[in-house]
């Protein structure tokens, strides 16, 4: 079964604006990342933050961590077409090497 | 160099085929992943290998065989897929359990 579930499934917004992704998983963690995929491509790690870790940021992305809740955030700030993409948080389980993706997000970011 | 690399892009084989995809990293990990993903889902793991050994098998058809000829390289032997399996196979590697994963392009692969 799929350890993290993100919602929206899907989100549309202008250039400039801000997108926020949630995931929520079911068990412990060590860390939680994000990645991006763009259409058939490979993934493309954004960030990590560690389960001791509640926010991070890089550029002008911003991660929080709630382990009480089992959820994360990715906020995505004065957002480009060029951030048109699918979102995946993903989660390390069974020891860290197993790494289970969420369902997604495909984001678009229309110009 | 980060980057990995996989071979061949794209894949198309006929059901008594046997072939091979290939996936290279000389970033010094000592983790190596295989991901199968279809069409609007996640990437789903299949197989890690740890120091050149293998350490997770998601329960895999034995019709897929992965091999780790050394810390650089990694295989995925196929033989006798079938039509479901065509997917989208993405090769990852990382420094080691719990770091952000490196993924190549994928192998585009259909079965016939």
């Known amino acids: 079964s799929q350890q993290g579930e993100e919602d929206p499934q899907a989100l549309s917004i202008q250039e400039g604006e801000n997108a926020t992704m949630n995931c929520s998983y079911k068990?412990?963690?060590?860390?939680l990342q994000w990645y991006r995929q763009n259409s058939g491509r490979g993934l493309v790690h954004l960030i990590l933050i560690r389960s001791n870790e509640r926010e991070k940021h890089s550029g002008r992305l911003r991660v929080t961590l709630d382990t009480s809740k089992k959820s994360s955030s990715l906020l995505i700030t004065a957002s480009r077409a060029a951030d048109t993409a699918s979102y995946f948080c993903a989660t390390d389980a069974d020891g860290g090497f197993k790494t289970i993706f969420g369902a997604g997000t495909r984001l678009f970011v229309k110009a | 160099d980060t980057e990995v690399t996989q071979t061949p892009k794209h894949l198309v084989m006929g059901m008594t085929n046997k072939k091979s995809l290939k996936c290279e990293q000389h970033?010094?990990?000592?983790?190596m992943y295989w991901y199968k993903q279809k069409a609007k889902k996640p990437p789903e793991l299949m197989f890690v290998?740890?120091?050149?050994?293998?350490?997770i098998n998601e329960s895999v058809p034995s019709r897929f065989s992965p091999e780790c000829p050394n810390s650089s390289l990694l295989n995925l032997h196929l033989h006798a897929l079938q039509p479901e399996d065509s997917a989208l196979y993405l090769c990852?590697?990382?420094?080691?359990?719990?770091?952000?994963?490196?993924f190549g392009p994928g192998t585009r692969l259909t079965v016939t």
């Open positions: 970033m010094g990990h000592r983790a």
């Open positions: 068990t412990s963690i060590n860390n």
């Open positions: 990852a590697s990382s420094q080691d359990a719990t770091y952000e994963q490196y």
């Open positions: 290998y740890s120091y050149e050994k293998l350490s």
